[in-house]
């Protein structure tokens, strides 16, 4: 069992930057692959980005490659999304996700979720 708490949303304005973390519980954090997906106000949740269990390969949405960094500590139990030239399309409730399978982006690969950070973007 993991549990999952995510924090750091916040309201910006464009062009801002946020850093969400994500603190897990449990001892083996390093064996699941963690993930970001979000969910904007009345659209699907979809994926963000996702982290391997050794931090060594890392999947970006389009929108937000270049922009967005995943990363992980795992002697924290932690995983981080830092997010560089928000934009208003990003405002969402951003969640993390962990996956015991090795899913990367498919969110029925993932196990464990969170209950959500809010990022605004104002323009």
Request: net charge neutral; aromatic share 12%; glycine share 10%.
């Amino acid at each position: 069992q993991v549990q999952l708490t995510e924090s750091g949303g916040e309201s910006v304005q464009a062009g801002g930057s946020l850093r969400l973390s994500c603190a897990a519980s449990g001892r083996t954090f390093s064996r699941y692959n963690m993930g970001w997906f979000r969910q904007a106000p009345e659209k699907e949740r979809e994926f963000v980005a996702t982290i391997s269990g050794s931090g060594s390969d890392t999947y970006y949405r389009s929108s937000v490659n270049g922009r967005f960094t995943i990363s992980r500590d795992n002697a924290k139990n932690t995983v981080y999304l830092q997010m560089n030239n928000l934009r208003p399309e990003d405002t969402a409730v951003y969640y993390c996700a962990a996956s015991s399978w090795g899913a990367t982006m498919e969110m029925d690969g993932f196990d464990y979720w969170g209950h959500g950070t809010t990022v605004t973007v104002s323009s």
